[in-house]
């Protein structure tokens, strides 16, 4: 997940129905059929899951796959085969435009005090320009918000500037904190290239005081070639022993280096497959995550979770024999991380090609226990999705909020669309988001298979009540 689309999340409970009498009324409610067909869904997802062995090959034998890599081409066949040996109604690529930037070497930092070298774990962020050949080395100016940065103004002149606001710990929606710190990483390097800094550096985002850089995308937007600096996050540990110096040692320095650089764009692919829909072929609903990745890690939360999740909805409706009333797609969406090109072309043919979206779901917050659902639907639904959450609730999916659906599925947003976004518990996903972390060993295969199971049977109710 790339900035926080999440909106401030409202608990759903105390809304009760307003609905206005000329709107469209919904009477149905579940019934004990529901009730079956969601426990059936749950115990073959828990006892004949696929998407954990499928995340073993997509995170160890394929890996990290930024955009325009030759993993993201594996990935992309792998998605197109493995759907298509499942027997999918139909299954094809989509072709699409990516970004293609390159990290380059493994990138180099330090600084020095009284003679001693203080060796700083540092990734390039996606997107940034390299530095010279023999790297960048100078006095630091620490700063909390692009704010005091830009007010410093010529003072930033031939400094590395650094960019240090941590966390809120005390915040229990963990991509709050995350929304609240991250446009340091976003816009650190561009709001302060006018000033003359030699480079941004900026504290890693996430809560875990350790020792690994987390990447990330970060824009220039249309800043003057002279304007764009260099920029790189380093780690929290990093972060706070460079901050207890500087209080000691204004003067010390700081040096970096990186090789990163932005190649032409480079061809990609959605991959999509498709169950048809019994009763009503020409009405989709969409269920996706991000095929591409970051490249540290192996991409196992980040978003591999949300790839074998949503494939795997598909393949339970087929196991248990469930022929959807509507047409039900799996996407595997390419390029969320730096371009969201995949989530705009799928949104643009739909548009071209005249689809009737009647819902989409995306998973793209971690492959951890579920905890529930965000949805921006029409209020004509608001008593019904209610009346699923009694249902799913022993479940453990008791968190029902209005929000947004995710970043992929955002441009497919209409009057007539409802989005939902799956929401498993995130106390741990910022300790692993795009970082070296974020591997395959990190994810529970129970937990997986929970999250599995609860996005088949929201499909399941979708499928079932919604036109
Ligand atoms: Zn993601």
């Given amino acids: 997940m790339r900035y926080t689309i999440i909106a401030i999340s409202l608990l759903f409970g105390f809304f009760s ?32 899951g696929q998407c954990y062995q499928w995340l073993d090959v997509l995170s160890n034998d394929i890996g990290g796959r930024l955009s325009g890599s030759p993993q993201a081409q594996q990935a992309v066949e792998w998605g197109e085969k493995l759907m298509n040996d499942l027997g999918f109604d139909k299954v094809w690529l989509q072709p699409v435009m990516v970004p293609h930037w390159v990290r380059g070497e493994k990138e180099e930092a330090y600084f020095t005090v009284n003679n001693t070298k203080y060796n700083v774990p540092i990734c390039a962020l ?3 320009i390299a530095t010279p050949e023999n790297g960048i080395s100078g006095e630091v100016i620490e700063v909390k918000s692009l704010e005091e940065a830009e007010s410093m103004g010529e003072k930033l002149r031939g400094k590395i500037v650094f960019f240090n606001r941590p966390f809120d710990d005390t915040l229990l929606l963990t991509f709050r904190a995350y929304g609240g710190c991250v446009d340091q990483r976003g816009s650190g390097a561009r709001v302060t290239g006018k000033f003359g800094v030699l480079g941004a550096i900026v504290r890693s985002m996430t809560h875990s005081i350790d020792d690994y850089p987390h990447t990330g995308a970060m824009g220039y937007r249309d800043i003057p070639e002279n304007e764009k600096v260099p920029t790189a996050a380093i780690s929290t540990r990093a972060a706070n022993l460079l901050s207890e110096q500087l209080k000691e040692n204004p003067n010390l320095k700081f040096y970096f280096k990186q090789s990163c650089k932005t190649l032409p764009d480079a061809p990609s692919f959605n ?26 890690g192996d991409g196992a939360h980040d978003d591999g979770a949300g790839i074998v999740q949503s494939i795997e909805v598909l393949r339970l409706f087929k196991l248990n024999n469930i022929k959807p009333r509507h047409t039900l797609r799996a996407v595997l969406f390419m390029n969320e991380e730096n371009g969201l090109r995949g989530g705009r072309k799928y949104a643009e043919e739909a548009k071209k090609n005249n689809e009737n979206h009647i819902a989409a779901l995306e998973s793209d917050s971690g492959g951890f226990t579920p905890r529930g659902f965000t949805f921006d639907a029409d209020s004509t639904y608001l008593e019904l999705i209610m009346s699923w959450k009694n249902l799913l609730s022993p479940y453990g999916l008791h968190d029902f909020s209005k929000g947004g659906g995710g970043a992929d599925i955002g441009p497919l947003k209409s009057d007539t669309i409802s989005l939902f976004g799956y929401r498993p518990d995130t106390q741990r996903y910022f300790d692993y988001h795009h970082a070296a972390t974020d ?6 295969k129970r937990e997986l298979e929970l999250g599995a199971a609860s996005m088949t ?8 009540y919604l036109d």
Avoid: M, R
């Fill in 457 to 464: 049977s929201l499909i399941y109710l979708i499928d079932s």
């Fill in 126 to 128: 996606g997107g940034s």
């Fill in 17 to 48: 129905c307003q609905q206005n009498n000329t709107k469209k009324q919904i009477h149905q409610t579940v019934n004990k059929t529901d009730s079956i067909a969601v426990k059936q869904l749950f115990d073959t997802a828990l006892s004949n």
């Fill in 271 to 296: 991959v999509i497959g498709e169950l048809t829909g019994s009763k009503y072929p020409d009405k989709f609903i969409t269920i996706g995550g991000h095929l591409d990745s970051w490249d540290l």
């Fill in 439 to 444: 591997t395959f060993d990190k994810v529970n």
